[in-house]
């Protein structure tokens, strides 16, 4: 009996300890901009499936702020005026695109990258490498980039995929392309490099984060953490 009670408060403590330390990075999550893909009439929705293929496409595109650090995740394409008023979304945060330390993405598909030049003094962080000016430096599996905030491989859709993990007050959140949509949208990703290890690194994710920012939708609770 007594040591299922020590067992018992030992969790407590350590959840307790968990949410604390949450708490006390300050990190916070935002999502600026909610992606989607979108088909045309006519035209086929998968890319590289025929040469006449077309689609509206738009990155899920992300705000992370925390201890010395303000990061924009996924700084791609967006329908015209978008990008405007993220931009006076962050002004009115008291952030301009020169403040802003980082931009993380979760693949090197274009779609997720065309506005990165938006940000001159951002550090771009991806899966396995930190860039700044012309210094490229490595950084190994499970980075953490600031207190609360790390780059974990998660390879699948691209053999480059990574997420990034962001402890909040919340929860966990899970930036992360290894799915596209809300409610675990596509079930089957239909441009898996990776099949089978898309399925290993959505294991790794469900397992860890409690709040999902796919690629291109909106953030949904990960229903499998309690």
Avoid: C
């Avoid at 490595?138 to 790390?150: M, Q, S, T, V």
């Avoid at 596209?180 to 490099?193: I, M």
Wanted: net charge negative; charged share 20%.
């Amino acid at each position: 009996m007594n040591s299922i009670i020590v067992a018992t408060l030992t969790f407590l403590w350590v959840l307790g300890s968990a949410v604390a330390n949450a708490e006390n990075t300050g990190n916070r999550v935002s999502v600026l901009s909610s992606g989607y893909v979108q088909p045309i009439e006519g035209k086929e929705l998968i890319p590289g499936a025929r040469t006449d293929g077309s689609r509206k496409v738009a990155s899920t595109i992300s705000l992370v702020q925390g201890k010395d650090i303000i990061l924009i995740a996924d700084p791609g394409m967006a329908a015209p005026g978008v990008w405007d008023r993220i931009l006076t979304q962050l002004q009115s945060k008291g952030i301009e695109p020169k403040n802003v330390t980082h931009v993380f993405i979760s693949h090197h598909h274009p779609d997720h990258v065309t506005q990165l030049g938006l940000f001159p003094n951002a550090t771009l962080v991806d899966f396995w490498g930190i860039y700044k000016d012309d210094i490229w430096s490595d950084h190994p599996d499970n980075y953490e980039l600031a207190p609360g905030i790390k780059v974990i491989r998660t390879p699948g859709h691209t053999n480059e995929d990574a997420s990034l993990l962001v402890e909040t007050a919340e929860g966990t959140y899970a930036l992360t392309h290894l799915w596209w949509g809300p409610n675990f949208y596509p079930e089957e990703d239909p441009l898996a490099e990776d099949p089978h290890g898309i399925k290993k690194s959505r294991e790794l994710v469900l397992g860890k984060a409690d709040w999902i920012i796919p690629g291109h939708g909106a953030a949904f609770k990960n229903p499998h953490r309690k």
